[in-house]
């Protein structure tokens, strides 16, 4: 597994559900968007961006462009998804360039397992930065999770699109 593959996953899933959605597939692809889309900058903001502040030259004004990029990311609610990706992808190539493939993969390692425990739907009201996120988010998850099984709520790509007996 290469380091940093977690944030590539959820970027070409985020362009993925982002065509679907303009093709009109599937109603519930709105949802699984907004979902994917909050699990992503959840575990971004919980590890990708505390590391590339305190690892790169220039991380924390990228950082700061970024944040401020996730910000009308959010308010479009996963349509604006270009720059995000743009500015994400700079990052991760000066990571990936200025740092060892063993710390990459702890940090893919440790943006999976916030991506999991994530909250499914946007909370602006939450902290955004560590510590307090690394506590808050995961407890709001469980809360989410819920909401979205007592409703039905499709918030996985997976479920959209089940895997293919080949």
Excluded: F
Aim: aromatic share 4%.
């Amino acid at each position: 597994m290469s380091g940093l593959a977690a944030v590539e996953e959820d970027h070409h899933l985020l362009l993925q559900l982002r065509w679907r959605l303009e093709s009109g597939a599937d109603r519930r692809i709105r949802g699984v968007l907004v979902a994917t889309l909050a699990r992503h900058l959840s575990a971004a903001r919980q590890y990708l961006y505390p590391a590339a502040r305190r690892l790169l030259p220039d991380g924390p004004a990228a950082v700061d462009r970024l944040a401020a990029c996730d910000v009308a990311l959010l308010h479009s609610g996963g349509l604006e998804v270009a720059e995000h990706l743009r500015l994400c992808g700079a990052l991760l190539a000066q990571l990936r360039a200025s740092r060892p493939a063993d710390e990459l993969v702890r940090l893919d390692n440790r943006m999976r397992i916030a991506r999991e425990a994530a909250p499914s739907r946007p909370h602006p009201g939450l902290p955004r930065t560590p510590p307090l996120n690394k506590i808050m988010d995961p407890v709001v998850g469980v809360v989410d999770k819920v909401r979205d099984a007592v409703t039905g709520r499709t918030t996985w790509p997976e479920d959209l699109w089940p895997a293919r007996n080949v």
